[in-house]
Nanobody, 119 residues
Framework: QVQLVESGGGLVQAGGSLRLSCTVR????????MGWFRQTPGNEREFVSS????????YYADSVKGRFTISRDIGLNTVYLQMNSPKPEDTAVYYC????????????WGQGTQVTVSS
């Protein structure tokens, strides 16, 4: 069984910083990419950022570009989302996800971690 374990959420002031972590635990998974998504009540889950596991190419939503940074530690099977200068509109439940080799989309999801940005 594979689990994605997220941590690092919480309350942060606008303009501060916060780092989310997501670790893949369990049996070995061959990954194409790991990503971060977020969701607010009544809205669909939206893409935030992703990273190709091999090669490290990164992708960002326009709304977070220049403020958030995704990175990974291959040895720890962990992906991070460094959130700098967060805004109140970044408040959401953040989910990490894995796209496995052979899959066309993200099929493994974490349980989500709440991020609240106060003004």
């Amino acid at each position: 069984q594979v689990q994605l374990v997220e941590s690092g959420g919480g309350l942060v002031q606008a303009g501060g910083s916060l780092r989310l972590s997501c670790t893949v635990r369990g049996r070995t998974v061959s990954m194409v990419a790991m990503g971060w998504f977020r969701q607010t009540p009544g809205n669909e889950r939206e893409f935030v950022s992703s990273m190709r596991w091999s090669g490290g190419s990164t992708y960002y939503a326009d709304s977070v570009k220049g403020r958030f940074t995704i990175s990974r530690d291959i040895g720890l099977n962990t992906v991070y989302l460094q959130m700098n200068s967060p805004k109140p509109e970044d408040t959401a439940v953040y989910y990490c996800a894995v796209q496995r080799v052979g899959a066309s989309n993200y099929g493994l999801w974490g349980q989500g971690t709440q991020v609240t940005v106060s003004s």
